[in-house]
């Protein structure tokens, strides 16, 4: 079946310009995590939506990141003003259940390149 | 701070040799385990995870991992790996007593396995 997808995969940006990075959950998937990768790194968690509730943010860097699910499926994340430390593999996550038993199924990341 | 240790970033084996790949948790209270694996070019999948109840789990792929409450240590191993196994792990980690539900990455172990 069809898993988790991203896109684009690969964007280049120039610093101060925003973008927007798209994640298609896996169909019926309750949750949802976004986490960011720098080269060399663990992926480390921004943010979680339990269906549209938007009920952790702790892991975003700053106010220039957000992250919506509007209708509980497709999720953007928008970084504004983008920085050469935003440089990184964004990595979307969807999980089935609501508790923390559930397998995390991770799509295929956009890397973000700031110039 | 919680933090994932992976103390080895990169290890290259020949084929047939045996792998322990060391993960090691700062969190002081019960833990949810996993390792995960990014195979070149695919997405992270779960490779083995550990709950509650026998402290030593088995996987896919003949992985099996041994969950050390006293050592706070959740050690990868294969008797005998293959060429296949070429890849990055990573440990990770959840907190079952907190609210949040978010993995907890260490920074991963580059694997090469030489035919």
């Known amino acids: 079946g069809a898993g988790v997808s991203q896109s684009p995969r690969y964007k280049v940006a120039k610093r101060g310009q925003d973008v927007a990075l798209r994640c298609d959950p896996i169909?019926?998937?309750?949750?949802l995590f976004w986490y960011q990768q720098a080269l060399g790194q663990g992926p480390e968690f921004l943010t979680y939506f339990q269906n549209e509730a938007q009920l952790d943010k702790s892991g975003l860097p700053s106010d220039r990141f957000f992250a919506e699910r509007p209708e509980g499926s497709v999720s953007t994340l928008k970084i504004q003003r983008t920085q050469q430390e935003d440089s990184a593999v964004y990595l979307c996550a969807s999980s089935p259940g609501r508790t923390k038993t559930y397998e995390q199924y991770f799509g295929p990341g956009t890397r973000l390149t700031v110039t | 701070a919680q933090s994932v240790s992976q103390h080895n970033h990169h290890v290259i084996l020949s084929e047939a040799a045996s792998l322990e790949l060391g993960c090691n948790y700062s969190?002081?209270?019960?833990?949810?385990l996993f390792w995960y694996v990014q195979y070149p070019g695919q997405h992270l999948q779960l490779l083995l995870k550990?709950?509650?109840?026998?402290?030593l789990v088995k996987g896919i792929k003949g992985f099996e991992a041994e969950f050390i409450k006293s050592k706070f240590s959740f050690n990868l191993r294969k008797p005998s790996v293959q060429w296949s196994d070429t890849a990055e792990y990573f440990c990770?980690?959840?907190?079952?007593?907190?609210?949040?539900?978010?993995?907890?990455f260490g920074t991963g172990t580059r694997l090469t396995v030489i035919p």
């Open positions: 990770a980690v959840t907190k079952t007593q907190t609210g949040a539900n978010n993995l907890f």
């Open positions: 169909s019926g998937h309750v949750s």
């Open positions: 969190y002081g209270g019960t833990v949810n």
């Open positions: 550990y709950f509650s109840g026998d402290p």
